[in-house]
Structure formats: C-alpha cells, structure tokens
C-alpha cells in the first residue's frame, strides 16, 4: 500500500486561503485516483474533492465547489488541495486517500483503501 502524508493546514481568518498537500511515499500513485474528505469534531466524515489518477476528472462536494480546486502532479507524487474564500464550517481535520488503480474517482470514502494521518485547518471568524 501506498503511505499518505497530508501537510499544509492551519489557522486562517475566514475569506483566507490554504493549500493542502498529500505526498506518497512507498511507491507512486499515478494510477490512483485520490479524494480529500474532512472531519470535525461530534460529525462524521464528509467528501470534499477528488481527483482521477490521469487528474483529467475532478469531483467536488457542493459544500466547496467555486471555492477549491483539486489538481495533482504525479512527477512529485503529490495531490493538491488549494482552499479559498474559507468559513469557519470549513474547520476540521482534513485527510486524503488513494484509491485502487485505475478506479475512478468518487465521493464514496469505501472506495479509498490508503488514508494519511490528516491535518488540521481551523478558520476564525
């Protein structure tokens, strides 16, 4: 399997920008397709985005759709996740995962079988 490490969260003022990454380690994930789902506290875990492994089909929830963009670069084995216009319901622990290979990309976190250990995005208002 391949190991997910997700990095760039933080605190930010509401209207603020943030760019999450998640960069594969192991082997690469080209031919995965990868989503970002988020969690907050007391809720379950909600999609976000998703990219396919060739990153010509994005998938966006309708929560974040006009306000991020999921893209990825598989020569640095790394997917994208740029967050802007951010409120504070965007606050949670946000993770991504790889999907089996060649699968297309969905909302549907049983499609995903690698998770990285998240990172945090709070927003103050």
């Known amino acids: 399997q391949v190991q997910l490490v997700e990095s760039g969260g933080g605190l930010v003022q509401a209207g603020g920008s943030l760019r999450l990454s998640c960069a594969a380690s192991?082997?690469?994930?080209?031919?995965?397709?990868v989503g970002w789902f988020r969690q907050a506290p007391g809720k379950d875990r909600e999609f976000v985005a998703a990219v396919s492994w060739s990153g010509s089909s994005t998938l966006y929830a309708d929560s974040v759709k006009g306000r991020c963009t999921i893209s990825r670069d598989n020569a640095k084995n790394t997917v994208y996740l740029q967050m802007d216009d951010l409120k504070p319901e965007d606050t949670a622990v946000y993770s991504c995962g790889a999907g089996r290979t060649y699968y297309p990309a969905t909302a549907y976190p049983g499609n995903y079988n690698s998770w990285g250990q998240g990172t945090q995005v709070t927003v103050s208002s």
């Open positions: 192991g082997r690469t994930f080209s031919v995965n397709p």
